[in-house]
């Protein structure tokens, strides 16, 4: 299996940065896509940002020009740069990853880090 550890989270001000980081371990050759979702209270986890086994990323439109989704060649860390934030972008960020284990694609996530944007 793999296992996924978050970290970079904060409080920063509307208009400052930070710059996500998942580590990466366990069965990471098997690694397929690599992503970043949120989720606030009382709603859904959603995408945020992914990088496919290919190195195309996808972004949700609230998050693009601002968020940049990026990893490692060994699949073992993905980052998530975030510019310009906004209050709007508070939430738990979690990492993600499916890899192909034991016959099939199978997710994994992250415990979750915290991003508040506040002045």
Not at 72 to 89: C, F, I, R
């Amino acid at each position: 299996q793999v296992q996924l550890v978050e970290s970079g989270g904060g409080l920063v001000q509307p208009g400052g940065s930070l710059r996500l980081s998942c580590a990466a371990s366990g069965s990471t050759a098997r690694i397929n896509t690599m992503g970043w979702y949120r989720q606030v209270p009382g709603a859904q986890r959603t995408l945020v940002a992914r990088i496919s086994e290919s190195g195309v990323t996808n972004y949700v439109e609230s998050v693009k020009g601002r968020f940049t989704i990026s990893r490692n060649n060994a699949k073992t860390a993905v980052y998530l740069q975030m510019d310009s934030l906004k209050p709007e972008d508070t939430a738990i960020y979690y990492c993600n990853v499916d890899a192909y284990i034991s016959g099939s694609f199978r997710d994994y996530w992250g415990q979750g880090t915290q991003v508040a944007v506040s002045s």
